[in-house]
């Protein structure tokens, strides 16, 4: 089992910035891929950024690259988004993932463990 914890979520107005974290607990050794997902109100969940947790590859929707980073420390288990330049469409839950199969890094499926969400607002 995998425990994630996120925490960072606020409200800021457009063009601020947030930095979200999530502290993996249990059995992380046996994470492959760390993910951060958003799903706003009548939306499905979608990618935002995802990293390879031992060769530390990344992958950004298209929509927020350039302006979200994600990163890891492997000491701590913990992984975090930064968010600059934030837009209103950026508003959504975030959630924190856990993929131990280590396959389809963007696929909601692919991952068995979630946080419990941080909210994002973002106004114009």
């Known amino acids: 089992q995998v425990q994630l914890v996120e925490s960072g979520g606020g409200s800021v107005q457009a063009g601020g910035s947030l930095r979200l974290s999530c502290a993996a607990s249990?059995?992380?050794?046996?994470?492959?891929?760390m993910a951060w997902f958003r799903q706003a109100p009548g939306k499905e969940r979608e990618a935002v950024a995802t990293?390879?947790?031992?060769?530390?590859?990344?992958y950004y929707a298209d929509s927020v690259k350039g302006r979200f980073t994600i990163s890891q420390d492997n000491t701590n288990n913990a992984v975090y988004l930064q968010l600059n330049s934030l837009k209103p469409e950026d508003t959504a839950m975030y959630y924190c993932?856990?993929?131990?199969?280590?396959?389809?890094?963007?696929?909601?499926?692919?991952?068995?463990?979630w946080g419990q969400g941080t909210q994002v607002t973002v106004s114009s």
């Open positions: 249990g059995y992380s050794s046996d994470i492959r891929y």
């Open positions: 990293i390879n947790t031992s060769a530390g590859r990344t």
């Open positions: 993932a856990a993929n131990t199969w280590g396959a389809y890094p963007l696929s909601v499926g692919s991952y068995g463990y």
